[in-house]
Nanobody, 125 residues
Framework: QVQVVESGGGLVQPGGSLRLSCAAT????????IAWYRQAPGRERERVSC????????YYADSVKGRFAISRDMAQRTVYLQMDNLKPEDTGVYYC??????????????????WGQGTQVDVAA
């Protein structure tokens, strides 16, 4: 059974850092694209970052470029989202999502199939 489980959210002051984790079970990261989304109250869900094993460079939303970094630990079957220089507008529920990659497509092209329950990130003084 394919599952992704997020962890690592919390309360942090502006300018601080958090690292989110997405643990994958029931599938291999070699064959799936992984994305991080977030949703703030009253706002649409936003794709923050994504990656897959067949792409050279990850995708980042303009709002997080230079501050967030996505990485994969294949041995731990975990995808991380390192978030630095956090801003209040980064507040929201962060979701990890997975879907099998398709050659010729990029990770931000997909409608993701498997979703986690989300982890709350609050950036406030």
């Amino acid at each position: 059974q394919v599952q992704v489980v997020e962890s690592g959210g919390g309360l942090v002051q502006p300018g601080g850092s958090l690292r989110l984790s997405c643990a994958a079970t029931g599938f291999s990261l070699d064959y799936y694209a992984i994305a991080w989304y977030r949703q703030a109250p009253g706002r649409e869900r936003e794709r923050v970052s994504c990656t897959s094993s067949i792409e050279n460079s990850p995708y980042y939303a303009d709002s997080v470029k230079g501050r967030f970094a996505i990485s994969r630990d294949m041995a731990q079957r975990t995808v991380y989202l390192q978030m630095d220089n956090l801003k209040p507008e980064d507040t929201g529920v962060y979701y990890c999502a997975a879907t099998p990659w398709i050659r010729g497509y990029l990770c931000h092209d997909y409608d993701y199939t498997y979703w986690g329950q989300g982890t709350q990130v609050d950036v406030a003084a």
